[in-house]
């Protein structure tokens, strides 16, 4: 029963990474997105491997410790690309450019938007 159970998490860590290669490159998402998905299908697939009995545990503790470290370095890249990015030239976090005020009056309604050029 236990390795019903393994081989059904396989399967979902299979499935989970498919989907997520199959939208992600669907959406146009980063090189990055869709290696972490292709690195959750390669643990699957190594999962289940695992637990037919194709692999001895030796070997896929070294492939396991391998995956992991792929893995950190893949989000780790796709961490530091997304902050990167995620800041303007001026140095504003929403990406937005810089648009001088070019009044002091205040919208009438709402006294704490400024007018924007």
Sequence with gaps: MKAYLHLLLSALLIAAGGFLLIVGSVLGK???VLLGAAIAIIAGIVSILLVRGYLSQRMGLVIGIVLCALALGVAGSNFWAARQMSRSPNGSLDG???TPVISLA???MDPFIPIRA
């Design 30 to 32: 980063p090189v990055g």
């Design 106 to 108: 205040r919208h009438p």
């Design 96 to 98: 937005s450019p810089y």
